[in-house]
């Protein structure tokens, strides 16, 4: 039971008389008046947390310490009453006297009743305001002695008016204040006194425990009441202010309301009168597709928003073209479709092993994914792999391979070209033609929010005035970020974080820092001799056979005239004009069976030349014989790797050197410290110092339309240097790469792999490396490993010593001659 239900009760009964006289009824015993000393009381104290009373004021007090039940325990025995004190901290579970207030209010114990928690609930009725004075014991439960502070009752012209404000003021709380009950301005109004008035008011409306005590210690009811004015002015002003929000949201929950029956209404006669508004029913049709899609919040938020837009529009209205538009992406973007995974490893190798020939890095890196999948479910953030390698090694090709073991959609983009940001963003709608990004595009073709997305030619990204794409694909590549990538047309974030992203590139360099760093690299080296040969057999005749109509009765290779397509029609890493080569067989046999006449079945090395023409490559040694001057290195490139021969030749001059070949700064650096390096060790070399002051010196790098740079051709220099100065011949079958300092020392160089397969598919049979790039020869071949003799060095003199022969006879009695020569203009002059 409430206080006002309890007012209700008394007030019938007791006729409005005084509840600090003795009250009738069954729930409080008459207690008679504690004994007085020197005009103090001496009775029991009560401490509450969070609980003013007030007095005549009747309330339920949940007590649950034990100190606090064996006080109301004594003073029901001793038949006396309480006096009630708030607490100073509500969180102080044992109090000690300093923490309490020192005024409180003499209470009634009435009935008491065990609640089910363990507490114990006291009905109290205040009685009068008391100060403490002293502590008498604190143990077992406190006792004080204190003094009882009278109430006056006097109503002078200035209280009364104040007594009529406060119930004017507290007419308009009860009124806006849906927490009290209606009739309780008629229990305050029936109050006669100044003081019990200002606790009733007190006590019913929502104050904090430090507001009710400071109206507790204040003992003139005219101060009070003015207290207690500025505190209701303060609570009506926010009820005012809640009512009329409550009011405006009413307002707009009806008007939603009746929309809706309106609406039901009009759909109701249009079906009878079978008149249905093709713009309604499309509207229509738009909301139920919203309330079927799962949409995420903030999505179904903006469609719902462009629905009500579209509604208001008229149908002829050019953006209404645009909002129907944008509703479509918003619909057919996939928000939660996900395709389920395939985390069968073993059936994963099989597939990759059944479409791909080598490339063991990626595919080990493919099947430790589906693996983690498998135990650890979405608790991994999905990968971003870049595949890098020469073109036709398979990137692309391994990418649709993993997505069909893991069982999920492929789908790509080709970056190749792109320029602009908005290819990447999408273009905000503000602009006629609008549309979203290639991102978005090919996540609404993939129909799944987990494909895999295959970014291809990611090293093909430029950028202009218009931009930078590859700054725009950080936040598509950041598994930081891409679970809300942020598209300019959606205007809305879009989950990406479940989709397994492969980007392709033929090299790291284009690729910007930020993003290079964004991605797991996993390198495709190029296809030795013999892996081409299998996959030929393994995977590209079959391929083209059915291609073509054909079968292997109609269509046979030998091994020897692969390995002659091989060496003689294409020249590459990878084996995409191995594929256009056998294609070119295929096409020419397929005329022979259609046309019904006879036909080869046997492809050997003889028949070359008529299906393909002329080889277009020579194999075999770069050079074909030892020779003055001319070295052989090998050089990186975006097809795998090639051979780079370097001439050098001596003409009578003023010392000075001459570069061409295209070749960049770093290799006409490279060529300088060479020939310094030369120049400094001319005595051990035998070398003639004067020489140098009287002969230009031309360096030429073959093929000089195309550019060439980089440190590792230094010691091929060097020695094609030291070969012209001291007319030693170069070994033909000897290859080399490194870089040379000013003292001759070799520096390691980096795409060892690939420069050796160059050399391989040369026809070299030596391959001079520096000593430090021993680490990287794990990744070559066995059988390049077997098929090459590798020489590791450290300095320059172990270069010469493998690759300078000695000066032959014939070259020393020409050297001689010269010499002499030279003398003898030196005497006559």
């Known amino acids: 039971m409430s206080n006002l239900q309890f007012y209700q009760q008394r007030l019938s009964e007791a006729a409005l008389t005084d509840f600090g006289a003795s009250v009738t009824g069954e729930w409080f015993r008459p207690a008679p008046r504690p004994r007085t000393i020197d005009g103090l009381i001496e009775v029991p104290l009560l401490p509450m947390r969070e609980t003013v009373l007030f007095p005549h004021m009747v309330a339920p007090l949940f007590v649950g310490r034990d100190r606090s039940m064996k006080a109301i325990e004594a003073a029901q025995a001793n038949n006396e009453p309480l006096i009630v004190v708030a607490q100073r901290d509500v969180e102080n579970e044992d109090p000690r ?330 273009h905000r709608r503000t602009y006629i033609g609008a549309m979203p990004g290639r991102v978005i595009q090919t996540m609404r073709r993939a129909e799944t929010i987990n494909p895999l997305f295959m970014l291809d030619e990611i090293d093909k990204v430029g950028n202009d005035f218009r931009g930078d794409p590859s700054a725009a694909l950080l936040e598509a590549l950041d598994p930081e970020q891409n679970y809300a990538f942020s598209d300019h047309y959606l205007e809305v974030p879009y989950d990406l974080s479940k989709v397994l992203f492969v980007t392709t590139a033929n090299t790291l360099d284009p690729i910007p820092p930020a993003l290079r760093d964004r991605m797991e690299v996993i390198e495709f080296s190029g296809y030795i001799e013999e892996e081409k040969v299998s996959i030929a057999k393994t995977f590209l005749i079959p391929k083209q056979l059915k291609e073509h109509g054909l079968t292997s009765a109609h269509l046979r290779f030998k091994d020897e005239a692969l390995r002659g397509i091989i060496r003689e029609y294409t020249y590459e890493a990878g084996v995409r004009n191995l594929d256009r080569e056998i294609a070119n067989v295929a096409r020419k046999t397929a005329r022979k069976v259609a046309e019904s006449k006879r036909f080869t079945h046997q492809i050997t090395p003889a028949l070359l030349d008529r299906f393909l023409g002329p080889p277009r490559y020579s194999f075999g040694l770069a050079e074909a014989k030892d020779e003055v001057g001319m070295a052989t290195g090998v050089a990186w490139t975006e097809a795998g790797g090639d051979i780079l021969p370097i001439e050098v030749a001596l003409l009578d001059g003023k010392g000075s050197l001459m570069l061409t070949g295209q070749l960049g700064e770093v290799m006409q650096e490279s060529i300088q410290a060479a020939l310094s390096y030369a120049r400094s060790r001319a005595k051990q070399l035998k070398i003639e110092r004067t020489n140098f002051d009287k002969i230009d010196i031309h360096v030429h790098v073959p093929e000089g339309g195309i550019p060439k740079d980089g440190p590792s051709a230094g010691i091929t220099v060097a020695t094609a240097l030291i070969s012209a100065f001291t007319h030693r011949p170069v070994r033909r079958e000897v290859g080399m790469t490194g870089e040379i300092t000013l003292r001759g020392r070799v520096l390691p160089i980096g795409g060892l792999k690939e420069k050796v397969m160059a050399a391989h598919r040369a026809g070299l049979k030596t391959m001079i490396v520096p000593k430090k790039n021993e680490k990287d020869m794990v990744e070559i071949p066995k059988k390049i490993l077997s098929d090459l003799k590798f020489i590791l060095v450290e300095h320059m003199d172990e270069v010469l010593k493998e690759a300078l022969l000695p000066v032959s006879h014939g070259t020393r009695r020409k050297t001689r001659g010269k010499k002499q020569a030279a003398r003898r203009q030196k005497a006559t002059s």
Request: aromatic content about 6%.
């Open 97 to 426: 006297p300093e923490d309490l207030y020192l005024i409180g209010t003499e209470v009634l114990i009435g009935r008491s009743l065990r609640m089910p928690d363990g507490t114990t609930s006291v009905l109290t009725q205040g009685q009068r305001r008391a100060e403490i004075v002293e502590f008498v014991k604190t143990e077992p439960y406190f006792r004080v002695r204190a003094r009882v502070l009278g109430d006056p009752t006097a109503k002078p012209p200035a209280t009364e008016a104040l007594m009529r404000a406060v119930l004017a003021l507290f007419e308009k709380v009860t009124h806006l204040n849906r927490a009290l009950p209606e009739d309780a301005y008629v229990y305050a109004m029936n109050i006669t006194e100044p003081g019990w008035l200002a606790d009733l008011v007190a006590s019913t409306i929502d104050l904090a425990v430090a507001v009710r005590q400071e109206i507790l210690e204040i003992l003139d009811p005219t101060s009070r009441l003015q207290r207690l004015s500025i505190l209701l002015a303060k609570e009506l002003d926010v009820l005012e202010l809640e009512d009329q929000i409550h009011t405006r949201v009413q307002s707009e929950v009806d008007r939603g309301q009746r929309e809706f029956y309106l609406r039901e209404q009009m759909k109701a006669i249009q079906t009878e009168l079978g008149e249905n508004d093709p713009a309604t029913q499309e509207l229509n049709e738009l909301r139920e597709k919203i309330a079927a899609k799962n949409l995420p919040a903030e999505a179904k938020a903006k469609a719902e928003k462009e629905i009500e837009r579209l509604s208001q529009m008229p149908p002829m209205s050019p953006e209404v073209g645009i909002i129907r538009t944008y509703l479509d992406w918003l619909i057919d973007l996939p928000w939660t479709e996900a395709s389920p995974d395939n985390l069968d490893v073993v059936n994963a190798a099989r597939v990759l092993d059944a479409q791909h020939y080598g490339l063991p890095k990626a595919k080990e890196r493919a099947l430790e994914y589906i693996a983690v999948r498998k135990l650890a479910a979405n608790a991994m953030r999905s990968p971003i792999l870049c595949f890098v390698g020469p073109p036709g090694t398979g990137k692309t090709s391994l990418g649709k391979s993993i997505a069909e073991s893991l069982g999920r959609k492929f789908v790509r983009v080709s970056l190749g070209g792109i320029r602009d940001e908005a290819e990447i963003r999408g």
